[in-house]
């Protein structure tokens, strides 16, 4: 069992179960043709399609990419995203390629707690080390939460987008 400090105020904290957010279980899962069309509904807010591509297009580049793994984020049972990296065992490099939570789901802590679930995983998995993730620098953009999750930017753009490394 896994325990996060969020801080709530200057001198508030609260102390909540990884994984489970107002009572709702928070899973990482394997999308399949029964619950596809459930993660191809899913849609970002008005002006977020500027910064992360729609699932059907994730959903297609991962299964065209010897080194995609993608998995649907459920709360419970409801889908509310869609997380996919970048697995390079031989360079030991990964890549959160996408990270999109659906409009109606957002800033529940579904995403955080989504990120912290994948690098569970990649490092019980592959040992991993580092985690990268890019992100449009625009006002609006998600770079704002990776900071928050600890991410750093590494002075390094990769068509127009902004690299951030995280030590796992």
């Known amino acids: ?6 801080k709530i105020s200057v001198k508030l904290y609260l102390l909540f179960e990884w994984g489970v957010i107002m009572n709702k279980k928070i899973s990482l899962k ?3 043709e029964e619950t596809l069309i459930d993660f191809l509904k899913l849609k970002v ?3 977020q399609d500027q910064f992360v591509a729609p699932n ?3 959903i297609a580049q991962a299964h065209f990419s010897d080194k995609a793994w993608f998995r649907g984020i459920y709360a419970d049972d409801t889908p509310v995203g869609f997380i996919m990296v970048s697995i390079d065992k031989k360079e030991e490099e990964y890549f959160l390629w996408r990270l999109m939570i659906g409009k109606d789901f957002q800033r529940m802590g579904y ?3 989504a990120v912290l679930e994948l690098i569970e995983f990649l490092k019980n998995e592959y040992s991993a080390k580092k985690l ?3 992100c449009v620098p625009k006002d609006g953009g998600p770079e704002p939460f990776y900071a ?10 990769d068509d127009g987008e902004k690299i951030m490394i995280l030590d796992i």
């Open 56 to 58: 059907a297009v994730s």
């Open 1 to 6: 069992m896994y325990f996060i400090i969020t």
């Open 111 to 113: 995403g955080k707690v």
């Open 30 to 32: 394997e999308i399949t």
């Open 45 to 47: 807010a008005e002006g």
């Open 148 to 157: 928050k999750l600890g991410f750093v930017p590494t002075g390094e753009y």
């Open 132 to 134: 990268l993730v890019s």
